[in-house]
């Protein structure tokens, strides 16, 4: 999963799949809605929301402890749309 920012502001998840890549220019799709889709500005920024822990047995990831957790929380619901 990757969240995306345009000019500060949290524009959208959009679910992915790792071994086929990112489109080139992605398209988010409203899954309850077909007909509702946003394409993502290609000058968006993205960040990976999920990241693996371990990889082949190796853990390759230490996760923040719960300040850090608190905090980002609090950074990230503040860039939402207000709507």
Do not use: C, N
């Amino acid at each position: 999963m990757r969240r995306y920012s345009h000019h500060g502001e949290l524009i959208g998840d959009l679910i992915w799949d790792e071994p086929s890549g990112l489109p080139e220019s992605p398209v988010m799709i409203d899954p309850l809605d077909m007909t509702r889709r946003k394409v993502i500005p290609s000058d968006a920024v993205g960040e990976d929301l999920l990241v693996p822990v371990f990889r082949q047995g190796r853990r390759v990831y230490d996760p923040p402890g719960l300040p850090e957790i608190r905090s980002r929380v609090g950074e990230q619901l503040s860039r939402f749309h207000a709507a």
